[in-house]
């Protein structure tokens, strides 16, 4: 029993993770239909701007949040409006694929380039501490990122629920000429709908780096298990986002303690196939996206 | 480029089948030949553009024709490659060739019964979630030949020489994989230039509508799922032979699959010759042009992406066409 | 709205790619009259009011509101400008809720501080909406689809309201009460193009009206002279 | 349509001479052959592979550089011999690898530097076992490389199975003596055959081998692992994983305070990296290294194992670690055989390889007949990371420092 608490709780820490990590991906999957494949390189751009931040300055990595959310969104909004969308309009959601894919290779070699292809960690001041209850024990660089992860997506949540830009969101994503038709520019909507996915997958970025080694290389990982979150949640709340990265984490940690670790990444493959194959629109999805 | 023209363009190949076979067949006789003038090296890029453009039709047919995008046909290549890794190593007593030719076809064989076990479920699945779910089944196929030790997966496996005493291996396998490439084409060409080839398009314009015509859908689109995999397979397996010494991450890369992507939207997606065309650049790209950058070499291609996608949506042969159709007015 | 707005449409030349599907349409529309836009199916009618309100590029002509040009203007700033197309087949967004679409419908800066205003006016044309406003537009019947696509149309205060093909699926019944409703919409000083397959209670309510036939403009008159038209009662009216 | 098939031909003849003038401007490695010996090789600098391939092509141009500049070259038969680097990015792939090996040796390049993985080097190994030429690599272990019966082929370290028995031996030799062990594994066909050999070795000398864990390449939580290990409480823990899993266990173990008398891990402590962000988490950790810059070694060439990490860093930026040396030492190779043969001829200069028997600033080289490294005077060395930096200590003979023993418990930091 205590052993299943302790693996539980380990898979909810990694799950936060997977879930903020995915919840980019998901927002510009679930607006625009298209499927990043930049995802996972912007995530490791924002875990090295804010290891160049926290290393020169010598700051808390967290307190470099704001500044990696500045320039993530910037690129991610740029990247929208000058790439992104001209592509859309000339060769349709297929050839964003092919156009996110390449700017990842770009990312990905220029990180290389400028950082080595070595692996980094971000060292947090807590990164070695840990809360023990009962025998259970919670290392509290695995425990900030839970928290962070379950503040963020809520507000992504409120956001899209509540606010204007959200509401226009939502519209543009049920129905594009219908919002044009309202005088929402639905460009401005998807630029700011890109950087703010881009900015969170930054903030993802960073937290990854104090969790775990990253190098240019984990770009592919991270846009992966964006795939599978979004698939086992459903792509169209945050909620969903939430669930499916929680269910992924325990999912990761129960397979490695009770089968083993070496089947972690099949397990979860199977699990995205079969979800698939059952419930393409994910444990909390709508029918419609099913032929997206 | 819309439905339309994709439709028009098909009529249009049909309708200079003649020309099309001479266009092939000289071709094939040009590259049967070239052996005797290529350098080694040339020869190489010359297996590297057969293994690119072999992969990219057969992708193709499913991709380009029926309009469903797979993101892990490395799976078939990988299977098909292990497979043949596998049997070759039991069959040590039989000569080389025979080695060969039975590996090529148990490869194929497993790999179209797999296709066609899976099949029915994957195609019930349209757009981004059928690209997911094959990516997913890619990575299931690799870790399950990676983890379980029978597969040898993790450790590598040595496939045994096969070419003949006195022949050049380069030369041995640019036959072989030319033969493969052209395989892929003949019977991607046969399949689509026909009734399949008429309901794949209409599967990919509008499926709901072509079923609502009277065409069977699933058993079309299985058809094209269950021939695109073999066809894929059989690639994998001459690779397989080619590079001598295979792991899980040799074969199933996914880089491989994507390859078949970028192939046919360079070239030109929903015909042959685009992913041919495709193939070429690609690989003359990588491996000639920017054979000695050391640095930046995956951002250039990555840029290069870019810059296709833009500025040539419907591939190069849509420029070639485009620009065809201005001197013609 | 004291000043009369007009939509000036001239010599309009629109192409699918390398089909054109309109030639040469010329029309005009009045703040506060009804004109009505009528033509068999694949005239150009839908086209032209799509381009109108800058969903589809124009490759020619000119279009003007209030003398100034908006052709292929982006979409948001023609509805800024006090064009709104209802299009046709509705489309509403069927996951959010009834209130949200009206609020959607006010998206233009130019209406921010007037929301509440033109939605207590929606509710008062259209009582149904106001029951049912929690309620996802998904879950509406066809009927109350097209009220709702037209409040959500006139959310934004328009001067020129674009309705196309509102009466399609509707029921007898319905059709006579849209009828009345376009009625009181130009009374309120809007200018409604109206462009319709239903050529006889169209004209009946229209002040004026433009016929078109494979994207050029064929007739034009007034409402009650082209409805005594032979030629037109023998296209359209089949007497 | 006969207008158009012109066109279309007239455009494919276009199109293949634009492709055909890449291939007409290669072939100047030949001419200059006279004096200038040309080394050809693929490298991964993009990839999975890319860091140590960087380290290791470092290695290489340090070499070639101090013998260019600094011996301004050296004698064969009575001529002046300098060396030419020709190393192309394989990016970890093989097909790109073989292509591009294939066109060096069309342009007669004779003797070949190693790229890094067996899936690259098993396959250009054969082309170039096959075109008659040499190659000497730093970076395929793989007992399967060995047993091709490639005759040119020549590793610098011993095969895989048996390249981590100096860790065991290491911890042999503690006081008190670990009695049971746990090894965790990265499943992949390096990591895979060192930790197959190494269990067996454990096995083998009486150690008691509790579990073994197997991990796939990307680990993003070793939570349950080390609980098992709490649970079962060894005394040694053997890593033979990559860079990334490595720091990830030990940062995991010390957040959850998971102790054991000795931690090995056979890459990630040797890197830079990994001491900087581990901080003093990475004291005590054994790791392994064929090198360090204070060992005893040295030569008359380059001078002692000192003396090449001082020129070393004057010419490169990149952080000196055990990978660097080796590419390095593959030069040296080069050069000692040539002389040794009196002769640029490649087989001349095998057989010479084969017989070498040296010392050198990083090291003694012996080759086995098979072409793997003399798993004695070739072994890993084992190395403990002692305050931030990396300190030989077993075996006793070159060791720099003695161990510690046990580790310092985490908590205790």
Same mark, same amino acid.
């Given at each position: 029993?205590?052993?299943?608490?302790?693996?539980?709780?380990?898979?909810?820490?990694?799950? $936060?993770?997977?879930?903020?990590?995915?919840?980019?991906?998901?927002?510009?999957?679930?607006?625009?239909?298209?499927?990043?494949?930049?995802?996972?390189?912007?995530?490791?751009?924002?875990?090295?701007?804010?290891?160049?931040?926290?290393?020169?300055?010598?700051?808390?990595?967290?307190?470099?949040?704001?500044?990696?959310?500045?320039?993530?969104?910037?690129?991610?909004?740029?990247?929208?409006?000058?790439?992104?969308?001209?592509?859309?309009?000339?060769?349709?959601?297929?050839?964003?694929?092919?156009?996110?894919?390449?700017?990842?290779?770009?990312?990905?070699?220029?990180?290389?380039?400028?950082?080595?292809?070595?692996?980094?960690?971000?060292?947090?001041?807590?990164?070695?501490?840990?809360?023990?209850?009962?025998?259970?024990?919670?290392?509290?660089?695995?425990?900030?990122?839970?928290?962070?992860?379950?503040?963020?997506?809520?507000?992504?949540?409120?956001?899209?629920?509540?606010?204007?830009?959200?509401?226009?969101?939502?519209?543009?994503?049920?129905?594009?000429?219908?919002?044009?038709?309202?005088?929402?520019?639905?460009?401005?909507?998807?630029?700011?709908?890109?950087?703010?996915?881009?900015?969170?997958?930054?903030?993802?970025?960073?937290?990854?780096?104090?969790?775990?080694?990253?190098?240019?290389?984990?770009?592919?990982?991270?846009?992966?298990?964006?795939?599978?979150?979004?698939?086992?949640?459903?792509?169209?709340?945050?909620?969903?986002?939430?669930? $499916?990265?929680?269910?992924?984490?325990?999912?990761?940690?129960?397979?490695?303690?009770?089968?083993?670790?070496?089947?972690?990444?099949?397990?979860?493959?199977?699990?995205?196939?079969?979800?698939?194959?059952?419930?393409?629109?994910?444990?909390?999805?709508?029918?419609?996206?099913?032929?997206? | 480029?819309?439905?339309?023209?994709?439709?028009?363009?098909?009529?249009?190949?049909?309708?200079?089948?003649?020309?099309?076979?001479?266009? %092939?067949?000289?071709?094939?006789?040009?590259?049967?030949?070239?052996?005797?003038?290529?350098?080694?090296?040339?020869?190489?890029?010359?297996?590297?553009?057969?293994?690119?453009? %072999?992969?990219?039709?057969?992708?193709?047919?499913?991709?380009?024709?029926?309009?469903?995008?797979?993101?892990?046909?490395?799976?078939?290549?990988?299977?098909?490659?292990?497979?043949?890794?596998?049997?070759?190593?039991?069959?040590?007593?039989?000569?080389?060739?025979?080695?060969?030719?039975?590996?090529?076809?148990?490869?194929?064989?497993?790999?179209?019964?797999?296709?066609?076990?899976?099949?029915?479920?994957?195609?019930?699945?349209?757009?981004?979630?059928?690209?997911?779910?094959?990516?997913?089944?890619?990575?299931?196929?690799?870790?399950?030949?990676?983890?379980?030790?029978?597969?040898?997966?993790?450790?590598?496996?040595?496939?045994?020489?096969?070419?003949?005493?006195?022949?050049?291996?380069?030369?041995?396998?640019?036959?072989?994989?030319?033969?493969?490439?052209?395989?892929?084409?003949?019977?991607?060409?046969?399949?689509?230039?026909?009734?399949?080839?008429?309901?794949?398009?209409?599967?990919?314009?509008?499926?709901?509508?072509?079923?609502?015509?009277?065409?069977?859908?699933?058993?079309?689109?299985?058809?094209?799922?269950?021939?695109?995999?073999?066809?894929?397979?059989?690639?994998?397996?001459?690779?397989?032979?080619?590079?001598?010494?295979?792991?899980?991450?040799?074969?199933?890369?996914?880089?491989?699959?994507?390859?078949?992507?970028?192939?046919?939207?360079?070239?030109?997606?929903?015909?042959?010759?685009?992913?041919?065309?495709?193939?070429?650049?690609?690989?003359?790209?990588?491996?000639?042009?920017?054979?000695?950058?050391?640095?930046?070499?995956?951002?250039?291609?990555?840029?290069?992406?870019?810059?296709?996608?833009?500025?040539?949506?419907?591939?190069?042969?849509?420029?070639?066409?485009?620009?065809?159709?201005?001197?013609?007015? | 709205?004291?000043?009369?707005?007009?939509?000036?449409?001239?010599?309009?030349?629109?192409?699918?790619?390398? +089909?054109?599907? +309109?030639?040469?349409?010329?029309?005009?529309?009045?703040?506060?009259?009804?004109?009505?836009?009528?033509?068999?199916?694949?005239?150009?009618?839908?086209?032209?009011?799509?381009?109108?309100?800058?969903?589809?590029?124009?490759?020619?002509?000119?279009?003007?509101?209030?003398?100034?040009?908006?052709?292929?203007?982006?979409?948001?700033?023609?509805?800024?400008?006090?064009?709104?197309?209802?299009?046709?087949?509705?489309?509403?967004?069927?996951?959010?809720?009834?209130?949200?679409?009206?609020?959607?419908?006010?998206?233009?800066?130019?209406?921010?501080?007037?929301?509440?205003?033109?939605?207590?006016?929606?509710?008062?044309?259209?009582?149904?909406?106001?029951?049912?406003?929690?309620?996802?537009?998904?879950?509406?019947?066809?009927?109350?689809?097209?009220?709702?696509?037209?409040?959500?149309?006139?959310?934004?205060?328009?001067?020129?309201?674009?309705?196309?093909?509102?009466?399609?699926?509707?029921?007898?019944?319905?059709?006579?009460?849209?009828?009345?409703?376009?009625?009181?919409?130009?009374?309120?000083? +809007?200018?409604?193009?109206?462009?319709?397959?239903? +050529?006889?209670?169209?004209?009946?309510?229209?002040?004026?009206?433009?016929?078109?036939?494979?994207?050029?403009?064929?007739?034009?008159?007034?409402?009650?002279?082209?409805?005594?038209?032979?030629?037109?009662?023998?296209?359209?009216?089949?007497? | 349509?006969?207008?158009?098939?012109?066109?279309?031909?007239?455009?494919?003849?276009?199109?293949?001479?634009?492709?055909?003038?890449?291939?007409?401007?290669?072939?100047?490695?030949?001419?200059?052959?006279?004096?200038?010996?040309?080394?050809?090789?693929?490298?991964?600098?993009?990839?999975?592979?890319?860091?140590?391939?960087?380290?290791?092509?470092?290695?290489?141009?340090?070499?070639?550089?101090?013998?260019?500049?600094?011996?301004?070259?050296?004698?064969?038969?009575?001529?002046?011999?300098?060396?030419?680097?020709?190393?192309?990015?394989?990016?970890?792939?093989?097909?790109?690898?073989?292509?591009?090996?294939?066109?060096?040796?069309?342009?007669?390049?004779?003797?070949?530097?190693?790229?890094?993985?067996?899936?690259?080097?098993?396959?250009?190994?054969?082309?170039?076992?096959?075109?008659?030429?040499?190659?000497?690599?730093?970076?395929?272990?793989?007992?399967?490389?060995?047993?091709?019966?490639?005759?040119?082929?020549?590793?610098?370290?011993?095969?895989?199975?048996?390249?981590?028995?100096?860790?065991?031996?290491?911890?042999?030799?503690?006081?008190?003596?670990?009695?049971?062990?746990?090894?965790?594994?990265?499943?992949?066909?390096?990591?895979?055959?060192?930790?197959?050999?190494?269990?067996?070795?454990?096995?083998?000398?009486?150690?008691?081998?509790?579990?073994?864990?197997?991990?796939?390449?990307?680990?993003?939580?070793?939570?349950?692992?080390?609980?098992?290990?709490?649970?079962?409480?060894?005394?040694?823990?053997?890593?033979?994983?990559?860079?990334?899993?490595?720091?990830?266990?030990?940062?995991?173990?010390?957040?959850?305070?998971?102790?054991? =008398?000795?931690?090995?891990?056979?890459?990630?402590?040797?890197?830079?990296?990994?001491?900087?962000?581990?901080?003093?988490?990475?004291?005590?950790?054994?790791?392994?290294?064929?090198?360090?810059?204070?060992?005893?070694?040295?030569?008359?060439?380059?001078?002692?194992?000192?003396?090449?990490?001082?020129?070393?860093?004057?010419?490169?930026?990149?952080?000196?670690?055990?990978?660097?040396?080796?590419?390095?030492?593959?030069?040296?190779?080069?050069?000692?055989?040539?002389?040794?043969?009196?002769?640029?001829?490649?087989?001349?200069?095998?057989?010479?390889?084969?017989?070498?028997?040296?010392?050198?600033?990083?090291?003694?080289?012996?080759?086995?007949?098979?072409?793997?490294?003399?798993?004695?005077?070739?072994?890993?060395?084992?190395?403990?990371?002692?305050?931030?930096?990396? =300190?030989?200590?077993?075996?006793?003979?070159?060791?720099?420092?003695?161990?510690?023993?046990?580790?310092?418990?985490?908590?205790?930091?």
């Amino acid at each position: 029993m205590h052993v299943f608490l302790q693996t539980l709780l380990d898979g909810l820490m990694l799950g $936060g993770l997977y879930a903020l990590a995915a919840s980019g991906f998901s927002l510009i999957f679930g607006v625009m239909g298209i499927l990043n494949l930049a995802h996972g390189a912007f995530l490791v751009l924002g875990a090295y701007v804010g290891l160049q931040i926290s290393q020169s300055l010598s700051i808390e990595p967290i307190l470099t949040l704001p500044a990696v959310v500045v320039v993530l969104f910037a690129a991610g909004a740029l990247f929208q409006r000058y790439l992104v969308q001209l592509t859309v309009d000339r060769g349709g959601l297929v050839a964003s694929l092919l156009v996110t894919f390449g700017v990842s290779l770009i990312i990905h070699d220029l990180l290389a380039h400028f950082y080595g292809p070595g692996s980094r960690t971000i060292v947090s001041s807590y990164a070695y501490s840990r809360i023990e209850f009962g025998g259970l024990v919670i290392g509290l660089s695995r425990l900030v990122p839970l928290v962070v992860s379950i503040v963020l997506i809520l507000a992504l949540h409120f956001m899209l629920a509540r606010s204007r830009l959200g509401r226009e969101m939502r519209a543009a994503s049920q129905q594009i000429v219908a919002a044009r038709l309202c005088g929402i520019n639905v460009r401005r909507v998807f630029a700011l709908t890109f950087g703010i996915a881009s900015a969170y997958a930054g903030v993802a970025g960073v937290l990854v780096g104090t969790v775990l080694p990253f190098s240019p290389n984990s770009e592919t990982y991270w846009t992966i298990s964006a795939f599978v979150v979004v698939v086992l949640g459903g792509a169209k709340s945050p909620a969903g986002t939430l669930l $499916g990265g929680l269910l992924l984490g325990i999912l990761n940690t129960m397979t490695a303690q009770f089968i083993s670790p070496l089947f972690t990444s099949t397990v979860m493959f199977l699990v995205l196939v079969l979800m698939l194959l059952v419930r393409p629109q994910g444990i909390l999805g709508h029918a419609a996206g099913a032929t997206r | 480029m819309t439905g339309l023209d994709r439709l028009d363009l098909r009529s249009k190949i049909t309708g200079n089948i003649g020309a099309w076979i001479a266009v %092939g067949v000289i071709a094939l006789v040009v590259m049967a030949a070239a052996p005797a003038i290529l350098t080694p090296f040339q020869m190489r890029v010359g297996m590297s553009i057969f293994f690119s453009a %072999g992969l990219a039709v057969a992708w193709g047919l499913l991709g380009g024709y029926a309009g469903y995008y797979s993101f892990g046909h490395t799976a078939f290549l990988g299977i098909g490659a292990f497979t043949g890794a596998l049997l070759s190593n039991y069959l040590h007593a039989v000569s080389p060739l025979v080695v060969f030719g039975l590996s090529i076809l148990a490869a194929v064989a497993v790999c179209g019964v797999l296709a066609a076990l899976i099949a029915y479920p994957v195609l019930r699945l349209r757009h981004s979630y059928f690209a997911i779910v094959m990516l997913g089944i890619a990575y299931v196929a690799a870790e399950v030949i990676n983890n379980f030790d029978w597969f040898q997966g993790s450790i590598g496996i040595v496939v045994p020489q096969v070419v003949p005493r006195g022949m050049r291996p380069e030369m041995f396998f640019y036959y072989a994989l030319l033969a493969a490439a052209a395989i892929c084409v003949v019977v991607t060409a046969l399949l689509v230039s026909g009734r399949v080839g008429y309901a794949l398009m209409t599967i990919r314009e509008d499926e709901d509508t072509a079923k609502m015509l009277g065409i069977a859908t699933e058993r079309y689109k299985i058809l094209a799922f269950v021939v695109s995999a073999m066809l894929t397979s059989l690639v994998g397996v001459v690779y397989a032979f080619s590079i001598g010494f295979i792991t899980t991450g040799a074969v199933f890369r996914t880089d491989f699959s994507l390859n078949m992507i970028v192939c046919s939207l360079i070239g030109g997606i929903g015909t042959i010759v685009g992913p041919v065309f495709g193939a070429i650049i690609l690989t003359v790209l990588t491996q000639v042009v920017l054979a000695d950058a050391l640095s930046f070499r995956l951002a250039t291609t990555g840029a290069l992406i870019v810059i296709i996608v833009l500025l040539a949506p419907s591939g190069v042969l849509g420029l070639v066409r485009g620009a065809a159709a201005r001197i013609r007015q | 709205m004291t000043d009369v707005v007009e939509l000036d449409i001239a010599h309009l030349r629109i192409a699918y790619g390398r +089909v054109p599907a +309109v030639w040469d349409v010329s029309l005009r529309v009045r703040s506060g009259e009804v004109v009505a836009l009528l033509g068999s199916n694949g005239a150009g009618k839908s086209t032209t009011a799509k381009t109108v309100a800058g969903i589809l590029p124009a490759s020619g002509g000119e279009i003007r509101l209030a003398g100034q040009s908006i052709l292929n203007r982006p979409s948001h700033e023609i509805v800024e400008r006090g064009i709104s197309l209802v299009p046709e087949g509705r489309l509403v967004f069927p996951e959010m809720t009834v209130l949200e679409n009206l609020q959607l419908g006010a998206s233009a800066r130019r209406v921010a501080s007037r929301i509440q205003q033109n939605l207590d006016y929606v509710f008062e044309l259209f009582p149904r909406l106001g029951e049912r406003s929690k309620q996802n537009a998904g879950s509406l019947s066809g009927g109350e689809q097209q009220m709702l696509a037209i409040g959500r149309g006139l959310m934004s205060s328009p001067r020129i309201i674009i309705l196309d093909e509102p009466s399609l699926g509707l029921m007898p019944k319905l059709v006579l009460s849209l009828f009345d409703l376009i009625g009181k919409i130009r009374d309120a000083g +809007v200018g409604v193009l109206l462009v319709e397959q239903n +050529v006889f209670q169209s004209l009946n309510i229209a002040d004026r009206a433009y016929v078109i036939q494979k994207g050029t403009l064929w007739r034009e008159g007034a409402g009650d002279e082209l409805l005594r038209d032979p030629e037109i009662r023998q296209a359209f009216l089949g007497m | 349509m006969s207008i158009r098939m012109n066109r279309r031909t007239l455009l494919a003849s276009a199109a293949g001479g634009v492709l055909a003038l890449p291939f007409t401007s290669r072939g100047r490695a030949v001419a200059q052959a006279a004096k200038t010996v040309v080394l050809g090789g693929s490298i991964p600098l993009t990839g999975a592979a890319a860091e140590t391939g960087m380290n290791v092509f470092a290695g290489y141009k340090t070499l070639v550089k101090f013998i260019n500049e600094e011996l301004k070259g050296f004698d064969v038969g009575g001529e002046r011999v300098t060396f030419e680097l020709n190393m192309i990015d394989d990016a970890s792939e093989a097909q790109r690898a073989t292509t591009l090996i294939q066109r060096q040796i069309d342009e007669g390049i004779e003797f070949f530097l190693g790229s890094f993985s067996s899936q690259i080097v098993l396959p250009t190994a054969a082309i170039t076992e096959r075109a008659g030429k040499v190659m000497v690599q730093t970076g395929g272990g793989s007992d399967q490389i060995f047993s091709q019966g490639f005759q040119s082929v020549f590793g610098m370290y011993p095969r895989a199975s048996r390249s981590v028995y100096p860790a065991v031996d290491a911890f042999l030799s503690m006081d008190p003596k670990p009695q049971s062990a746990v090894v965790i594994y990265t499943n992949d066909p390096f990591s895979r055959l060192q930790a197959d050999g190494v269990t067996a070795y454990i096995k083998e000398q009486g150690m008691n081998l509790l579990e073994t864990y197997s991990l796939p390449a990307e680990v993003t939580d070793v939570s349950g692992v080390l609980a098992s290990i709490r649970e079962l409480k060894p005394d040694v823990a053997l890593c033979v994983t990559h860079d990334q899993n490595s720091q990830l266990i030990t940062a995991q173990m010390a957040a959850t305070n998971t102790n054991v =008398k000795g931690l090995f891990q056979v890459l990630g402590p040797a890197t830079e990296n990994y001491r900087k962000s581990l901080g003093n988490k990475a004291d005590d950790i054994f790791a392994v290294t064929s090198w360090s810059e204070d060992m005893k070694y040295g030569d008359d060439i380059v001078g002692t194992a000192k003396d090449f990490a001082n020129y070393y860093r004057k010419v490169e930026t990149r952080p000196l670690v055990f990978h660097v040396v080796n590419g390095a030492q593959c030069i040296m190779i080069y050069m000692r055989a040539m002389q040794a043969a009196g002769s640029l001829e490649p087989m001349a200069v095998r057989d010479a390889i084969k017989g070498l028997d040296i010392m050198t600033f990083g090291g003694p080289i012996q080759f086995m007949p098979e072409g793997d490294g003399h798993p004695v005077k070739m072994g890993l060395k084992i190395a403990q990371v002692q305050k931030g930096e990396l =300190k030989v200590v077993f075996p006793k003979e070159v060791a720099a420092a003695s161990a510690i023993w046990p580790m310092t418990p985490w908590d205790a930091r």
